[in-house]
T-cell receptor, first 113, second 116 residues
């Protein structure tokens, strides 16, 4: 049962344009969502998060949007840079105490110079 | 400030053998989680340790066990290895947030386990 889904395995974007990565979830108990970036041969690196009490969170070039009614979140990267080329994982968990984080299958972003 | 360190980086075993993977958490972190990442998939949660006890567990058989030591470091043990256990094993550490929203986890670079 894939509770967190990233339906686009890959995405190519021109440098300077916007990258939009999408994620859907099925478990309505999830109330905390994260995006991680992963380069080859490295572990995932935390990028940005959002809690269910918000519908938007920004950090520099990165913005995450949450639509609770649609159980959908997206990550916007503006402007995209070649160094952003990586695999992006969407993840979800519940608040309070010990966290069991559920990851999506990832979207490989390629930013073309 | 050292981040999460894992050892070894690569390991080759044969079916039926046992393996132990090790993890040192980021300084100041008290919680360690282990994940299995198969090729082309996202990390799958195995279990989480806090105060030397297993606190949460994913859908993994009892062949997967772990331990956390008083210095917060952790081990993942896998018995009776199967070909399907070939994967990247990731360790992540964090600070237990209590009743608030979880603190983001910091990941190590993983141990690549190959079963022949």
């Amino acid at each position: 049962d894939q509770q967190v889904k990233q339906n686009s395995p890959s995405l190519s974007v021109q440098e300077g344009r916007i990258s939009i990565l999408n994620c859907d979830y099925t478990n309505s108990m999830f109330d905390y969502f994260l995006w991680y970036k992963k380069y080859p041969a490295e572990g995932p690196t935390f990028l940005i998060s959002i809690s269910s009490i918000k519908d938007k969170n920004e950090d520099g070039r990165f913005t995450v949007f949450l639509n609770k009614s649609a159980k959908h979140l997206s990550l916007h990267i503006v402007p995209s840079q070649p160094g952003d080329s990586a695999v992006y994982f969407c993840a979800a968990s519940r608040s309070g105490g010990y966290q069991k984080v559920t990851f999506g299958t990832g979207t490989k972003l390629q930013v073309i110079p | 400030d050292a981040g999460v360190t894992q050892s070894p980086t690569h390991l080759i075993k044969t079916r039926g053998q046992q393996v132990t993977l090790r993890c040192s958490p980021k300084s100041g972190h008290d919680t360690v989680s282990w994940y299995q990442q198969a090729l082309g998939q996202g990390p799958q949660f195995i279990f989480q340790y806090y105060e030397e006890e297993e606190r949460q567990r994913g859908n993994f058989p009892d062949r997967f066990s772990g331990h956390q030591f008083p210095n917060y470091s952790s081990e993942l043990n896998v018995n009776a290895l199967l070909l399907g256990d070939s994967a990247l094993y990731l360790c992540a550490s964090s600070i237990l947030s209590g009743t608030g929203f979880p603190q983001p986890q910091h990941f190590g670079d993983g141990t690549r386990l190959s079963i022949l």
